[in-house]
T-cell receptor
Framework: GAGVSQSPSNKVTEKGKDVELRCDPISGHTALYWYRQRLGQGLEFLIYFQGNSAPDKSGLPSDRFSAERTGESVSTLTIQRTQQEDSAVYLC???????????FGPGTRLTVT | GQQLNQSPQSMFIQEGEDVSMNCTSSSIFNTWLWYKQDPGEGPVLLIALYKAGELTSNGRLTAQFGITRKDSFLNISASIPSDVGIYFCAGGNNFNKFYFGSGTKLNVKP
């Protein structure tokens, strides 16, 4: 079946602009996760959803970052007033339920100029 | 917060050699996952472990869930060039998020 998809695959934006990154999880997966990966680094947890609720937002770096999920399906990660340090690959993963094995999408590479 | 220590950070091995890497935690987990990430792609799940002491194989890969539930090991036998990549471990508990190790970068010389 279809895996996790993310769009866009690449995004170049100017400092100060807002961006929206989209994640479509595997159909039927109730849990959805967002991670950030800087070049050559590990995975930095941002937020996860169980259904449409976010029990853990502890990884969001600042109030410029927000995320929502609707219909227990698609999720959008929004970064407002982007800064150069926001440049990274943003990865989304989904699982049948939280705490179960996660499957990752290909990521969105964000470059802030 | 919980931290996972993954080692080694990087490895340079000859094709055909066996590889071993591990992950340790200060906290107990009831699930361990191992992923491989190729450049420019998302991590791919290799093996999932759900029971303390469990030993699971996937082709040339074998992973073990430590009996203390605070560690896990991944072994790759008879390495080949396409094993090159970064391997991540992750520990988690039911209805909660996963914690990821910092990765082991594997280089294989033909």
């Amino acid at each position: 079946g279809a895996g996790v998809s993310q769009s866009p695959s690449n995004k170049v934006t100017e400092k100060g602009k807002d961006v929206e990154l989209r994640c479509d999880p595997i159909s039927g997966h109730t849990a959805l996760y967002w991670y950030r990966q800087r070049l050559g680094q590990g995975l930095e947890f941002l937020i996860y959803f169980q259904g449409n609720s976010a029990p853990d937002k502890s990884g969001l770096p600042s109030d410029r970052f927000s995320a929502e999920r609707t219909g227990e399906s698609v999720s959008t990660l929004t970064i407002q007033r982007t800064q150069q340090e926001d440049s990274a690959v943003y990865l989304c993963a989904s699982s049948a339920y939280s705490g179960y094995e996660q499957y990752f999408g290909p990521g969105t590479r964000l470059t802030v100029t | 917060g919980q931290q996972l220590n993954q080692s080694p950070q990087s490895m340079f091995i000859q094709e055909g050699e066996d590889v071993s890497m591990n992950c340790t935690s200060s906290s107990i987990f009831n699930t361990w996952l191992w992923y491989k990430q190729d450049p420019g792609e998302g991590p791919v799940l290799l093996i999932a472990l759900y029971k303390a002491g469990e030993l699971t194989s996937n082709g040339r890969l074998t992973a073990q869930f430590g009996i203390t539930r605070k560690d896990s090991f991944l072994n790759i036998s008879a390495s080949i060039p396409s094993d090159v990549g970064i391997y991540f471990c992750a520990g988690g508990n039911n209805f909660n998020k996963f914690y990821f190790g910092s990765g082991t970068k594997l280089n294989v010389k033909p």
